[in-house]
């Protein structure tokens, strides 16, 4: 079999969060995510010299971490990390309790011992920030200063600094002068990270790529129109004007600022979100890029169909997708590849609680079975199989970072005969695309659409809010009244603002505990438009966009259940349950796969926790591939239930607890047009009001295939005997 190349190609972006206008910053992303994520990545290619892959490096992130390295930069929370714990405002540490917890629990707090109590103490849905803060000594405070710093230091920068692995393993009560020391090497690391990216490429072993420079939509900049290809009768905003000028300065600072960074212009480009259209195709050609990317499904609308995956998710012509293709406009040409999103879906959502090296040998198996299925019909070219995606914010989902995975995937592929790692430009070099697209679709890498980003009433008003600054930006511009630098400095918050990551949180797409400030930075950005011209704003950029309260995953049970465990669809049996539907958890990454299991429907009688089970049709035929479902509890800790027999007609049940079976412990379960089991609360050792947090898990040959949700649990308490007078009286 002729090798395979595997073309890795990590996206690396943050939005940018500075307001030049007053000087502050109010988001740590950049600074956080670079002593993690941007420096450990880096660090994981260096490890395997023979190793290929690209990077793409956002502008508006690498200005940023320029700010920290080189400008004094810093930001909200890195201030308060600062300020000696003895000498906090009450804001201030209302601030720290609430903010200083934001990470994955089960991955960066729980396995540091302190955090986890810290954690605990905070006592986040039970007390206020303002209640909280009461129980904080100073050394929990100086303790939290310096943990919410200390676990986003990726894992391989302990193994490389001793001093810094001493530090960790101090565990807690470090002093001032210890925690400054940490921030201090905080940004010893950050000065490292874009030095090591052009270190790599300057070596041979990575393709630096860019993105136009502040991430906006540009099939959206050149004509909001676009937008109902996909969708045909999607609300627009208002005003339609194009903005074709900003897509082009935002194309030609992200060449010109690469350039300056590294040394020499991008051949290639992930548009933002891997957004295309026919129409942006020659004005990113104009500025010298070769090469773009986006999605499969792009490319299966843009042929029809012909190249698109069966109900099953096997791919109709497989060698035509795994091969770059050539898209034109008039005399402009770009080579174009398309991403295998089934396959950077398992790296960014789902290996993660897989065994490491169970994990890299299933992807390389699947390469290996893409080679076997393209052979005899790729042309003499080998297959390119493209995996790309977010290489930040997947990572911290994993238990130890992802480092056991990245360093048995990277090793493994270069000892693998029949696996090339290649850059991207080294391959469409040596196998230049030969198959041309006629008419590109418009769409991004989410669904072949641009609903994320318009459509909703919240991002159409969004890109009316701006449209109307700049237009006022453009008559004050004609006007001359304004020095030509003021002019300069307003556009920049107009293509600040112009981002995508915006109206990626407004809408009901995505949804964080930070949607009100972002829409308070968006509209921040529009405001310094008139402050910079020295006009009062329009009193309705003081109103916030978002409109709904963060959305809760799932509802609560509000009464007692009578079930009889048959597998059958009762619908009166569950009408009391508490719901929760399949979807984005993670607000910062989207799964474009369809789940296993759609939706859980839980609750209780006084004696029992109920669990029911629905599929997209029959469970029993949905699940007939599955070895076993798992019911995983981080409360009551180190107790699951493993499901087996699913499509034998007699499943059995058994609960454990330290991995050990108690077998005195009688599950009943029924498989059939849905999954339903209960378990007496006495042998979960629950006792009324004590909480339960529990997942659902489906495994097959030990790997994990789905997981709901998918971050974080379902939390429910368990009932007292008067549940159900304290639910009527409510």
């Not at 459509?455 to 008003?461: A, I, L």
């Not at 109103?543 to 597998?567: M, N």
């Amino acid at each position: 079999m002729q090798p395979v190349s595997l073309a890795l190609f990590w996206h690396q972006h943050q939005p940018y969060y500075p307001d030049d206008v007053s000087g502050t910053n109010l988001m740590p992303w950049v600074r956080l995510h670079g002593t993690k994520d941007y420096y450990g990545m880096a660090l994981h290619i260096k490890e395997i010299p023979e190793f290929r892959c690209t990077i793409n490096l956002v502008p508006s992130l690498l200005m940023q971490l320029q700010g920290y390295t080189e400008r004094d930069g810093s930001d909200r929370h890195l201030d308060v990390s600062r300020i000696p714990a003895d000498g906090m405002s009450e804001n201030d540490l209302e601030y720290l309790v609430d903010n200083f917890f934001t990470a994955n629990v089960d991955t960066m707090i729980r396995p540091l011992t302190r955090y986890f109590e810290l954690y605990m103490k905070r006592g986040f849905g039970v007390d206020s920030a303002e209640q909280a803060v009461r129980r904080f000594t100073e050394r929990d405070i100086r303790d939290l200063q310096v943990l919410s710093n200390l676990t986003w230091m990726h894992p391989l920068a302990f193994e490389y600094d001793s001093d810094l692995k001493d530090f960790r393993d101090k565990n807690q009560s470090w002093t001032e002068d210890e925690k400054n020391w940490l921030l201090d090497k905080q940004l010893e690391i950050l000065r490292q990270v874009i030095p090591l990216h052009k270190e790599l490429a300057d070596g041979g072993q990575v393709e630096l790529t860019t993105t136009p420079f502040y991430h906006p939509i540009l099939p959206l900049l050149w004509d909001k129109r676009s937008a109902r290809q996909a969708m045909p009768g999607c609300s627009l905003p208002k005003n339609l004007e194009p903005y074709r000028d900003d897509l082009k300065v935002h194309l030609k600072r992200a060449i010109d600022f690469h350039t300056e960074l590294f040394g020499e212009p991008p051949v290639g480009m992930w548009p933002s979100e891997g957004s295309v259209s026919q129409d942006i195709i020659s004005s990113i050609a104009e500025v010298g890029i070769s090469w773009i990317a986006t999605d499969e499904e792009i490319l299966a609308e843009s042929t029809a169909g012909w190249i698109s995956r069966d109900p099953h998710g096997h791919m109709r012509h497989p060698e035509m997708l795994y091969r770059p293709w050539r898209v034109d406009d008039g005399s402009h040409q770009l080579q174009i590849v398309f991403r295998d999103h089934a396959m950077s879906d398992l790296i960014g959502f789902h290996y993660q609680r897989s065994d490491p090296a169970h994990a890299a040998s299933d992807l390389i198996g699947r390469v290996h079975g893409i080679g076997r299925a393209v052979e005899g019909n790729s042309g003499g070219r080998p297959a390119l199989v493209s995996i790309i995606l977010d290489g930040e914010n997947c990572w911290e989902y994993y238990p130890d970072g992802g480092v056991q995975f990245l360093r048995r995937l990277y090793t493994d592929c270069v000892r693998d005969q029949n696996i090339q790692p290649v850059r991207m430009m080294d391959y469409l070099n040596e196998h230049p695309a030969t198959d041309r697209i006629t008419h590109l679709y418009a769409g991004s890498w989410i669904s072949h659409n641009f609903a994320i980003w318009i459509g909703h009433h919240e991002d159409n008003t969004a890109w009316d809010h701006l449209h109307r600054t700049r237009e006022f930006l453009k008559q004050a511009e004609a006007e001359g009244a304004v020095t030509a630098e003021t002019i300069q400095k307003a556009w920049d918050e107009i293509y600040i603002a112009e981002g995508s990551d915006w109206y990626w949180w407004f809408g009901d797409d995505h949804s964080s505990s930070q949607d009100g400030l972002f829409d308070e930075l968006f509209r921040q950005h529009l405001q310094n438009v008139y402050t910079l011209l020295g006009v009062p704003f329009p009193q309705t950029l003081l109103h916030p966009i978002t409109r709904a309260e963060r959305r809760a995953i799932h509802t609560q049970p509000d009464g007692f259940l009578s079930v009889r465990v048959d597998g059958r669809l009762t619908y009166f049996e569950w009408i009391n349950a508490g719901h929760y539907v399949s979807g984005n958890e993670r607000g910062t990454m989207t799964l474009v796969s369809e789940s296993l299991v759609r939706e859980i429907y839980f609750g209780f009688d006084a004696d029992m926790l109920m669990i029911r089970l629905d599929t997209s049709k029959s469970a029993r035929e949905d699940l007939s591939n599955v070895d076993e479902i798992r019911i995983g509890f981080l409360e009551p800790a180190s107790t699951h239930i493993r499901v087996t027999g699913l499509d034998s007609g007699e499943p059995t049940a058994k609960l454990y607890r330290s991995n050990r079976a108690v077998n005195k412990a009688e599950i009943p379960v029924a498989v059939d047009q849905i999954v339903e089991l209960t378990v007496r609360f006495a042998d979960l050792k629950c006792k009324p009001d004590d909480p339960i947090h529990m997942y659902v898990e489906a495994f097959s040959d030990e790997q994990s295939l789905d997981r709901a949700p998918r971050e974080g649990t379902l939390e429910i308490v368990t009932p007292s005997p008067d549940f159900e007078m304290i639910m009527w009286q409510a």
